[in-house]
């Protein structure tokens, strides 16, 4: 199996090309992260999104009356979301969040849905919190919102390829997506470092199926940093000159543990 510390941006951009055109399908749905951060933002302020992808946080925040501005490396994923981040008024920036410097503060940044998980290696994790922590202004909060680790991470034989849904697109077709999460090696280690890694092959596959019966099917492959413990994101806010304010396990505001999110609030340490 390839090492998934050879991914490479190019790589991750031929990936989300094949999922773009079914993100919205695959996340409109999902309402609730952005109800949670429209409760934490107040018109009127400076919003900074890393990772904005088609906008589905970003825009919201927008058209709450936020100044929003949307980074995103990927040219595929902004140009899903662009109608609809011109729309709300969202200034994009097309760039790679770990080496951001748009020489602007703002009162609250965010690292929506498991984006924070696209980042693999340690060295990337601690350039982005230190973007963050650039970008932050003096009362400003970051918040940071990923997969609360699961049994599954670490198992390296976990059930392959599950039904995740069923929808209709907006072109008629019924579309099934299946996803399945398969633990990397990394070729260099033993098992234990292996495990250790946290590193997962995720894959998604939508089967569109038109009206005739034709089916198109589209598989995407791509690595994410599983098993990311509330312990090792306090190290690494702590090395970023941050400071938690607070952590939670859901988009209600779960306390941590008691649901399938982890989500930390933080502010500069100093
Ligand atoms: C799971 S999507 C989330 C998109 C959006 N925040 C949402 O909640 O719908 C992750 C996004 O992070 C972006 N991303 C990953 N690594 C990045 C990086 N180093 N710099 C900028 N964007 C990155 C991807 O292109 C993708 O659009």
Same mark, same amino acid.
């Given at each position: 199996?390839?090492?998934?510390?050879?991914?490479?941006?190019?790589?991750?951009?031929?990936?989300?090309?094949?999922?773009?055109?079914?993100?919205?399908?695959?996340?409109?749905?999902?309402?609730?992260?952005?109800?949670?951060?429209?409760?934490?933002?107040? /018109?009127?302020? !400076?919003? $900074?999104? +890393? *990772? &904005?992808?088609?906008?589905?946080?970003?825009?919201? =925040?927008?058209?709450?009356?936020?100044?929003?501005?949307?980074?995103?490396?990927?040219?595929?994923?902004?140009?899903?979301?662009?109608?609809?981040?011109?729309?709300?008024?969202?200034?994009?920036?097309? /760039?790679?969040? !770990?080496? $951001?410097? +748009? *020489? &602007?503060?703002?009162?609250?940044?965010?690292?929506? =849905?498991?984006?924070?998980?696209?980042?693999?290696?340690?060295?990337?994790?601690?350039?982005?919190?230190?973007?963050?922590?650039?970008?932050?202004?003096?009362?400003?909060?970051?918040?940071?919102?990923?997969?609360?680790? !699961?049994?599954?991470?670490?198992?390296?034989?976990?059930?392959?390829?599950?039904?995740?849904?069923?929808?209709?697109?907006?072109?008629?077709?019924?579309?099934?997506?299946?996803?399945?999460?398969?633990?990397?090696?990394?070729?260099?280690?033993?098992?234990?470092?292996?495990?250790?890694?946290?590193?997962?092959?995720?894959?998604?596959?939508?089967?569109?199926?038109?009206?005739?019966?034709?089916?198109?099917?589209?598989?995407?492959?791509?690595?994410?940093?599983?098993?990311?413990?509330?312990?090792?994101?306090?190290?690494?806010?702590?090395?970023?000159?941050?400071?938690?304010?607070?952590?939670?396990?859901?988009?209600?505001?779960?306390?941590?543990?008691?649901?399938?999110?982890?989500?930390?609030?933080?502010?500069?340490?100093?």
């Amino acid at each position: 199996m390839d090492d998934p510390l050879n991914w490479s941006a190019d790589d991750q951009e031929q990936a989300l090309r094949a999922i773009a055109p079914w993100y919205d399908l695959d996340f409109g749905p999902l309402t609730d992260d952005v109800e949670m951060l429209q409760g934490l933002a107040v /018109a009127g302020q !400076r919003v $900074l999104e +890393l *990772g &904005a992808g088609s906008g589905r946080i970003a825009a919201p =925040l927008a058209q709450m009356g936020c100044e929003v501005t949307a980074v995103d490396s990927s040219e595929a994923m902004l140009a899903v979301g662009e109608p609809r981040l011109k729309q709300a008024g969202v200034n994009v920036v097309s /760039a790679d969040m !770990r080496c $951001l410097h +748009l *020489g &602007a503060e703002f009162d609250l940044l965010v690292i929506g =849905l498991s984006t924070f998980q696209h980042l693999l290696r340690r060295q990337d994790q601690l350039a982005t919190l230190g973007a963050a922590r650039r970008h932050l202004d003096a009362g400003g909060r970051l918040l940071i919102d990923w997969t609360a680790p !699961r049994p599954d991470d670490i198992d390296p034989s976990p059930p392959f390829m599950q039904l995740e849904w069923l929808r209709r697109s907006d072109s008629g077709e019924m579309v099934t997506k299946s996803a399945g999460q398969e633990l990397a090696q990394n070729r260099t280690c033993g098992d234990a470092l292996d495990r250790a890694l946290s590193v997962a092959w995720i894959t998604y596959q939508y089967d569109a199926v038109d009206e005739v019966g034709r089916l198109r099917r589209t598989l995407a492959r791509f690595p994410l940093r599983v098993n990311l413990t509330v312990g090792e994101m306090a190290g690494l806010l702590a090395q970023s000159g941050l400071r938690p304010i607070d952590w939670f396990g859901s988009w209600d505001l779960a306390p941590a543990g008691d649901g399938d999110r982890l989500i930390v609030l933080a502010k500069a340490a100093s």
